[in-house]
């Protein structure tokens, strides 16, 4: 059953109230990253209205637990819109983070359920870094990453990664690497890598 999302505002004497089956959220600020919303178009219109005014929400769990929820004021989001057969509205919110915003030094990445997180953080932000970098280091990056807080996983329903790591950031991890002999690349029987 999806949890029921809320925007009330008690000096205007508004409350409203959607479902929502995914979000994500950072917990060290309770900002949100993404959220699904479906409803009435009334009300959908008022959640995603009341995240892009930077207000807050509060997502009720199964009836059992409340998160409060807010949009950062530095956040910028991304709304995409579809009215369903029997009329009512399903709009995600996302974060331009989500779509390789290369401005705010970080990257957000869907994980699915059943994945790696290192091999979708390669597949989808490592990879197309100009570092010398291949697929069999990425746990080990991945690591070094989470290690120096570069790397959160982030709260919701949705497995969600931020990754802040520019190019001279991951190139020094790689040096660091090699140097000290915690990754490294064998010639026997063509070039593959192996992580201490």
């Known amino acids: 059953m999806p949890d ?7 000096w205007r004497g508004i409350k409203v109230s959607a479902y929502t089956d995914r979000y994500a959220y950072d917990p060290e600020n309770a ?40 949009a950062h004021p530095a956040s910028h989001f991304r709304v995409l819109s579809t009215k369903l057969p029997n ?17 705010s030094g970080s990257r957000l990445v869907i994980i699915p359920q059943s994945e790696d997180v290192s091999r979708v953080v390669y597949a989808q ?34 497995r969600v990664v931020e990754v802040s790591a520019s190019e001279s950031t991951v190139d020094g991890i790689i040096s660091e690497g090699v140097k000290a002999g915690r990754i490294s690349l064998d010639r026997i029987g063509g070039a593959h890598a192996r992580s201490n």
């Open 125 to 158: 932000v490592l990879a197309h870094l100009a570092c010398p970098l291949i697929p069999e280091w990425a746990a080990w990056i991945c690591g070094q990453l989470t290690d120096r807080d570069l790397m959160r996983q982030m709260e919701g329903t949705l």
């Open 87 to 103: 009329g009512a509205v399903h709009q995600l919110v996302v974060d331009t983070r989500f779509f390789g915003n290369e401005d």
């Open 31 to 70: 900002s949100l990253l993404f959220i699904s919303i479906a409803g009435t178009e009334q009300a959908v219109k008022a959640v995603s209205s009341a995240v892009l005014g930077y207000r807050s929400l509060s997502i009720l769990r199964g009836g059992n637990s409340e998160i409060e929820v807010n």
């Open 4 to 10: 029921q999302v809320v925007f009330e505002s008690f």
